[in-house]
C-alpha cells in the first residue's frame, strides 16, 4: 500500500529557492515541512557554479555557488528542516497531493496544506534551436559541461566552439579554457550578448576569445565525434547570409541558448502558465492561480542574480506559512500588464491596501533601448516613470511603485518609452 | 612615459560601471571617472597596474561523498598566472572531510594566496 503523510507545507525543488521558501516558513512558524529534492544533493545549479559573484545583495561579498548554497543548507540543517534527496516528484494533483518515488522509501505520497514550487529551470538544448547537421557525440549545453567539469571531474573535449553568450556560456570559456581546452570562439545569433558585461569581460576579453555577434551555427560534422562546425553570419530576420560560411574545426559544441522554467508539474496540477516565458503568473503573494499553491525562483521567471531568487523566496515562504496559519489577503487585487516592449511582469496581480510601504516589480524588455523611460500607467495617467540608460533583455529590471500609487489605481500597465 | 586613457569595465559587482582612466605625463592616473562606489577604483588602478583575479576550481578529494571539493584563492592572484594554478591543482589530493574555508594549499605558487575550499565535502 502506498503511503500517504499529511505535511503542513511541501516544496518541490531544494535548490536556493527551495531552502529560502522553506527557512522563511519556518522561521515564520510552520513547523511541518519537507523539502522534495531530485538530486543527490541540495542547492541545485549553485554546486555546480563555482565561480563567485554571488551574494553581493544578500551578504555584502563575493561567493561562490557552493558557498552561497552552503549557507542556507547549514541554516535548514539548523532549523530541522527535512530535506528528502534522491526524490522524483511524479505528480501533483489538484488536492494538493504531492506523489513522490525515490529509492530508499519507494512511492510516498504527501497530503500538503501548502505546496511551494520551486523547480528551477532547464537549458534549452539542440532540438529547441532546431540545429541541423549530423548527430554526432560532443554537442553539450553549457550547464552539462559545467556539472561534467565541476562536479564528475571530466573534461568532455579538448577544442570548443561555444554557440549562444549567455552567462553560462561565458563562464564556461573561461573555465574550459583553464582546464586546457581551446576555445575557439563564442558565436551569438543576435546583435547583443544577453550575458552580464562583467562575464564577457572577465571570461572572454581577460582569454582573449573573440565574440562573434550576428552569427550563428548553420551546421555540424562529424560521424560519431564532433569533427567541426559551420557557422555563418545572419542578417537582420536572423537567417543565415549565403557565402559568409566558415568551416571551424572542433571536438564540441557548447550550446548555450537560454533557459526555460521547468514547469512540467505545474501544468500537470493545472496551474497557469505565461505563454510568453513558460513560467508562472503568481500574484505578489507569490501566489499561483491554484489555491494554496506558491511559487518562487527561476520557476516563475528566470533571474540573473541568485540574490533575487532568494528574496523572491523569502516573500514565498512568509506568504505560504500566512495561508497555512489562515491569514488571507483581503484587499483587493488588481491586474498588472506588461506593454510596449516589456515581455511580461512578475508579479502580474498586486494588492491594494496592504501593510507595506512599497512593491516590487520585476520584468524583462524585449530588445535594447538606450535612453528611454520605464512607464507605468493607470488608464491614461501615468502614475510614474523612471529613466534608463540603459535597457536590455540580458538584464532583469527592478522597479519599486508606493503602496499609494497601487491603492488609487485600477490596472497597472508596465512598458517603455523611447 | 604617457600612457593613453582607457576605459575599463569593472567586473567588481554586475553593475559592470565603465571607467574612465586618464593618465598623467608620469604615466600615474590622473583621473578615474564612471565608477559608482569604492570597488571601481581599486579594481580600476589594479587593471591598469597589475590586474589581478580570484581563482576559482577545484581538488580532488579521496573518501568523500564527493569526488571533488570546489575551490578558491584567499585573495586574487595576477592575471597571468591563472593558468599555472590551475595545472598545480592537478596534483592535490585532500582527504574527506572537507569544510567551507579550509586551506587545502597555502601560498600557492608563491602567490600569498592560499587555495581555500568553498564547498562541504564529507566522509563516506
Given at each position: 500500500m502506498d503511503i500517504c503523510i499529511d505535511k503542513d507545507l511541501v516544496i518541490v525543488g531544494g535548490g536556493p529557492a527551495g531552502l529560502a521558501a522553506a527557512i522563511t516558513a519556518k522561521e515564520n512558524g510552520i513547523d511541518d515541512i519537507v523539502i522534495i529534492e531530485r538530486d543527490k544533493y541540495a542547492g541545485g545549479v549553485l554546486r555546480q557554479c563555482i565561480h563567485d559573484g554571488f551574494g553581493l545583495q544578500m551578504f555584502g561579498e563575493r561567493l561562490t555557488g557552493p558557498e552561497y548554497a552552503a549557507r542556507y543548507e547549514e541554516k535548514a540543517k539548523e532549523l530541522g528542516i527535512e530535506i528528502k534527496l534522491n526524490t522524483f516528484v511524479l505528480d501533483i494533483t489538484g488536492d494538493k497531493i504531492v506523489r513522490t518515488v525515490s529509492p530508499d522509501d519507494g512511492m510516498v505520497f504527501y497530503k500538503a496544506k501548502a505546496i511551494v514550487l520551486a523547480m528551477g529551470c532547464r537549458e534549452k538544448s539542440r532540438p529547441a534551436i532546431m540545429l541541423t547537421g549530423e548527430r554526432p557525440a560532443g554537442v553539450y549545453t553549457a550547464g552539462l559541461v559545467q556539472r561534467l567539469i565541476n562536479i564528475d571531474g571530466f573534461v568532455p573535449g579538448k577544442e570548443a566552439v561555444i554557440l549562444g553568450s549567455g552567462d553560462i556560456g561565458l563562464i564556461m570559456a573561461r573555465r574550459l579554457t583553464l582546464e586546457g581546452v581551446n576555445v575557439k570562439a563564442v558565436y551569438e545569433l543576435m546583435s547583443y550578448s544577453s550575458g552580464l558585461k562583467r562575464n564577457i569581460v572577465q571570461c572572454l576579453d581577460d582569454y582573449g576569445i573573440p565574440l562573434y555577434l550576428d552569427h550563428t551555427v548553420v551546421n555540424i560534422h562529424g560521424k560519431d565525434r564532433v569533427t567541426g562546425v559551420t557557422v555563418a553570419k545572419v542578417d537582420e530576420k536572423k537567417q543565415p547570409i549565403p557565402g559568409t560560411e566558415e568551416y571551424v574545426q572542433c571536438d564540441m559544441l557548447v550550446l548555450s541558448v537560454g533557459l526555460i522554467p521547468e514547469n512540467e508539474l505545474s501544468k500537470g496540477a493545472g496551474v497557469e502558465l505565461n505563454p510568453v516565458t513558460g513560467g508562472l503568473f503568481v500574484d505578489d503573494n507569490m501566489s499561483t492561480n491554484m489555491d494554496g499553491v506558491f511559487a518562487c525562483g527561476n520557476v516563475v521567471h528566470v533571474h540573473d542574480l541568485v540574490d533575487f531568487v532568494t528574496i523572491e523566496s523569502n516573500n514565498a515562504g512568509k506568504c505560504a506559512a500566512d495561508y497555512i496559519k489562515g491569514k488571507k489577503n483581503e484587499g483587493e487585487a488588481i491586474e498588472v500588464i506588461p506593454e510596449n516592449g516589456v515581455r511580461y511582469v512578475v508579479p502580474s496581480t498586486v494588492h491594494k491596501n496592504c501593510d507595506r510601504k512599497t512593491a516590487d516589480f520585476m520584468f524583462r524588455v524585449g530588445k535594447v533601448y538606450k535612453d528611454a523611460r520605464i512607464t507605468v500607467y493607470d488608464g491614461d495617467r501615468l502614475v510614474r516613470s523612471f529613466k534608463k540608460s540603459i535597457l536590455t533583455p540580458g538584464e532583469m529590471e527592478k522597479i519599486k511603485l508606493a503602496q499609494m500609487d497601487i491603492d488609487s489605481a485600477s490596472q497597472l500597465r508596465i512598458g517603455i518609452e523611447e | 612615459m604617457k600612457r593613453e586613457d582607457t576605459v575599463i569595465t569593472c567586473i567588481?559587482?554586475?553593475?559592470g560601471c565603465d571607467i574612465k582612466v586618464s593618465f598623467a605625463e608620469d604615466g600615474s592616473i590622473a583621473k578615474l571617472e564612471g565608477y559608482k562606489c569604492k570597488n571601481g577604483i581599486t579594481y580600476a588602478t589594479a587593471e591598469v597596474t597589475a590586474p589581478e583575479r580570484i581563482l576559482t576550481s577545484s581538488v580532488a578529494v579521496v573518501?568523500?561523498?564527493?569526488?571533488l571539493a570546489s575551490v578558491k584563492t584567499s585573495k586574487p592572484i595576477p592575471k597571468g598566472m591563472m593558468k599555472d594554478a590551475v595545472k598545480a591543482l592537478y596534483s592535490v589530493k585532500v582527504n574527506a572531510p572537507v569544510k567551507v574555508g579550509d586551506v587545502l594549499v597555502e601560498n600557492i605558487l608563491g602567490t600569498g594566496a592560499d587555495i581555500v575550499s568553498t564547498c562541504v565535502v564529507e566522509k563516506v
Amino acid at each position: 500500500m502506498d503511503i500517504c503523510i499529511d505535511k503542513d507545507l511541501v516544496i518541490v525543488g531544494g535548490g536556493p529557492a527551495g531552502l529560502a521558501a522553506a527557512i522563511t516558513a519556518k522561521e515564520n512558524g510552520i513547523d511541518d515541512i519537507v523539502i522534495i529534492e531530485r538530486d543527490k544533493y541540495a542547492g541545485g545549479v549553485l554546486r555546480q557554479c563555482i565561480h563567485d559573484g554571488f551574494g553581493l545583495q544578500m551578504f555584502g561579498e563575493r561567493l561562490t555557488g557552493p558557498e552561497y548554497a552552503a549557507r542556507y543548507e547549514e541554516k535548514a540543517k539548523e532549523l530541522g528542516i527535512e530535506i528528502k534527496l534522491n526524490t522524483f516528484v511524479l505528480d501533483i494533483t489538484g488536492d494538493k497531493i504531492v506523489r513522490t518515488v525515490s529509492p530508499d522509501d519507494g512511492m510516498v505520497f504527501y497530503k500538503a496544506k501548502a505546496i511551494v514550487l520551486a523547480m528551477g529551470c532547464r537549458e534549452k538544448s539542440r532540438p529547441a534551436i532546431m540545429l541541423t547537421g549530423e548527430r554526432p557525440a560532443g554537442v553539450y549545453t553549457a550547464g552539462l559541461v559545467q556539472r561534467l567539469i565541476n562536479i564528475d571531474g571530466f573534461v568532455p573535449g579538448k577544442e570548443a566552439v561555444i554557440l549562444g553568450s549567455g552567462d553560462i556560456g561565458l563562464i564556461m570559456a573561461r573555465r574550459l579554457t583553464l582546464e586546457g581546452v581551446n576555445v575557439k570562439a563564442v558565436y551569438e545569433l543576435m546583435s547583443y550578448s544577453s550575458g552580464l558585461k562583467r562575464n564577457i569581460v572577465q571570461c572572454l576579453d581577460d582569454y582573449g576569445i573573440p565574440l562573434y555577434l550576428d552569427h550563428t551555427v548553420v551546421n555540424i560534422h562529424g560521424k560519431d565525434r564532433v569533427t567541426g562546425v559551420t557557422v555563418a553570419k545572419v542578417d537582420e530576420k536572423k537567417q543565415p547570409i549565403p557565402g559568409t560560411e566558415e568551416y571551424v574545426q572542433c571536438d564540441m559544441l557548447v550550446l548555450s541558448v537560454g533557459l526555460i522554467p521547468e514547469n512540467e508539474l505545474s501544468k500537470g496540477a493545472g496551474v497557469e502558465l505565461n505563454p510568453v516565458t513558460g513560467g508562472l503568473f503568481v500574484d505578489d503573494n507569490m501566489s499561483t492561480n491554484m489555491d494554496g499553491v506558491f511559487a518562487c525562483g527561476n520557476v516563475v521567471h528566470v533571474h540573473d542574480l541568485v540574490d533575487f531568487v532568494t528574496i523572491e523566496s523569502n516573500n514565498a515562504g512568509k506568504c505560504a506559512a500566512d495561508y497555512i496559519k489562515g491569514k488571507k489577503n483581503e484587499g483587493e487585487a488588481i491586474e498588472v500588464i506588461p506593454e510596449n516592449g516589456v515581455r511580461y511582469v512578475v508579479p502580474s496581480t498586486v494588492h491594494k491596501n496592504c501593510d507595506r510601504k512599497t512593491a516590487d516589480f520585476m520584468f524583462r524588455v524585449g530588445k535594447v533601448y538606450k535612453d528611454a523611460r520605464i512607464t507605468v500607467y493607470d488608464g491614461d495617467r501615468l502614475v510614474r516613470s523612471f529613466k534608463k540608460s540603459i535597457l536590455t533583455p540580458g538584464e532583469m529590471e527592478k522597479i519599486k511603485l508606493a503602496q499609494m500609487d497601487i491603492d488609487s489605481a485600477s490596472q497597472l500597465r508596465i512598458g517603455i518609452e523611447e | 612615459m604617457k600612457r593613453e586613457d582607457t576605459v575599463i569595465t569593472c567586473i567588481a559587482c554586475p553593475n559592470g560601471c565603465d571607467i574612465k582612466v586618464s593618465f598623467a605625463e608620469d604615466g600615474s592616473i590622473a583621473k578615474l571617472e564612471g565608477y559608482k562606489c569604492k570597488n571601481g577604483i581599486t579594481y580600476a588602478t589594479a587593471e591598469v597596474t597589475a590586474p589581478e583575479r580570484i581563482l576559482t576550481s577545484s581538488v580532488a578529494v579521496v573518501g568523500g561523498e564527493f569526488k571533488l571539493a570546489s575551490v578558491k584563492t584567499s585573495k586574487p592572484i595576477p592575471k597571468g598566472m591563472m593558468k599555472d594554478a590551475v595545472k598545480a591543482l592537478y596534483s592535490v589530493k585532500v582527504n574527506a572531510p572537507v569544510k567551507v574555508g579550509d586551506v587545502l594549499v597555502e601560498n600557492i605558487l608563491g602567490t600569498g594566496a592560499d587555495i581555500v575550499s568553498t564547498c562541504v565535502v564529507e566522509k563516506v
